[in-house]
């Protein structure tokens, strides 16, 4: 009787430490020169859940790989952004940071360098539930996220940009994101894959709201190097997603002409449903297709208030239902000196939004934001309708009196007005324009086929009213505008000047028609370097 009262006090003297552990206050672990910690792992090995680690910026720390196991965790760089270095080394033979730990949240590092032997490293290898990431710089390693498959998790990616990610086998990317709960990816800038896509996502709810997918050229400029990007978005197994709002930019120099992909590898997710929303989708590619989706997803894609720039299919699915989208086919209305693709002047564009209502969840599809550089946001500023694209038309005199569209030709016949006016080609609810004096034929060669299949025809509106004449104004007809990459064909009618090579070595040729984008076509004005052709308007 006597050791069973000791057992039960023994038992009552832990069961109160356990407690009074349990109810420890959440600790700040401070990391960097003359800190407590001299680098993040050691900081990491020493927390416990539910603590925070502050890294000093503007720092690098080299060689600093390690597993993080606990949960609930805050890390985060302060005093600028600190540099995280895998400089030959990793975790697990995994990556920089393996987590396995739950509900982590990461703000403002930069992390670059992850290979592995099965050259499959990643900058964080998800296996735990739950990741949240924001105002970061994820650049140049096998895999920038490499996220397991979990059911339960949630992961949320926001603020962040990812560049040159990407091993060059087309089986890495910038982001790869297994099959989990939900991914959020909003308001970052993901460029230049290296081989591999800008986004691929098993997620079975997919919310990708205000991002920029893009790439610079072979030559440009650019936060890292240029990459050769397969999909820019890759939504292989189908499930519920909205895609809104995002900037969407096909480079010219590529691994596969699709931009946009939806259940190719097989819909097996539970949710079938695409809602493809106020995106603007430039193709400087000249072929293609914008939006494939499986001939094995069954639901139709909603396709609403979209801009639709350059040559290339529409989309694979018969059934998409399309509303209020605006195809144009020449790819230097995209204004690129701010490098966000915001200004379209069009009538068809401005004020020409229609609300596109809920999911069938009951979700908004309404843009609420628009994206900034870089991996930015800011709020949408709507006024009156929806402009269509990813932004509203700065300059544009929202909510002036609506445009009137006076019908003037069926297809094939000749469209005739007095003075200057916007006409606009098309029929089901897709449409491309240009500013015409006095007349036009109806037909796809003087537009484009903005509706294949349909019956089309040609109106023609007083536009200023709405666009006011600065925004009318065209690119310069000295611009350069990619039209594709090597061994690819530019899409091209007429006569145009073209440019084949890098932005230091090139070759300039006068050509009338589509052109073959090659040496056998030019000459070779870089050998061994990576070319491509733009052209301009004319001799």
Known sequence: MHSTHIVFRSISFFSLAAAVIGSAPAATLSVGPGKAFSAPCAAIAAARDGDTIEITGD???????????????????????????????????????????????????????????????????????????????????????????????????EYTEFGHNGGGTGQTHNLYIGKVKSLTFRYNYSHDANVGHNLKSRAMTNTIAYNRFSSTNPGEKGSTASGQPSYEIDLPNAGTSYVIGNVIQQPAAN????????????????????????????????GGM?????????????????????????????????KNNYRVFAPDIADRSTGSLRRFASALVIDAGTDPGKSASGVSLAPTGQYKDVASGEERPVAGALDLGAYEVPGARAGAKAVTWTECAAESKVCSFSG?????????????????????????????????????????????????????KTAAASAWTPCAGEGAICQLSGTNRVRYGTENKNVTKVLTGPVTCSNATFGDPDHGALKTCSFRPGR
């Open 59 to 157: 720092t690098t720390y080299s060689g600093d790989t390690c597993s993080i196991n606990r949960n609930d965790l805050t890390i985060r760089g302060v005093d600028g952004r600190p540099r995280i270095d895998a400089a030959g080394k990793n975790a697990a033979d995994k990556g920089i940071w393996v987590v396995n730990g739950n509900n982590l949240t990461v703000d403002n590092v930069e992390m670059v360098g992850a290979k592995v032997m099965d050259a499959n490293g990643a900058a964080f290898r998800l296996q735990g539930t739950n990741f949240t990431l924001r105002h970061s710089f994820i650049h140049d390693n096998e895999n920038g996220i490499l996220a397991n498959a979990n059911p339960n998790s949630d992961i949320v990616i």
């Open 420 to 472: 200057t006016h916007e006409v606009r080609f098309g029929g089901g609810g897709m449409y491309t324009s240009k500013i015409v004096t006095a007349s036009t034929p109806c037909t796809v060669a003087a537009f484009g086929d903005p509706a294949r299949g349909q019956a089309k025809t040609c109106s023609y509106a007083d536009v200023t009213a709405v666009v006011p004449a600065a925004l009318r």
């Open 290 to 322: 914008f939006l494939f989706v499986s001939g094995k997803v069954s639901t139709p894609a909603l396709i609403q208030n979209n801009i639709f720039v350059g040559n290339g299919t529409l989309s694979t699915q018969a059934t998409a239902i399309l």
């Open 255 to 286: 691994q596969n002409p699709t931009i946009v992909a939806y259940g190719e590898e097989g819909a097996t997710n539970p949710g079938q449903d695409l809602y493809f929303v106020n995106n603007t989708v430039v193709n400087d590619f000249g």
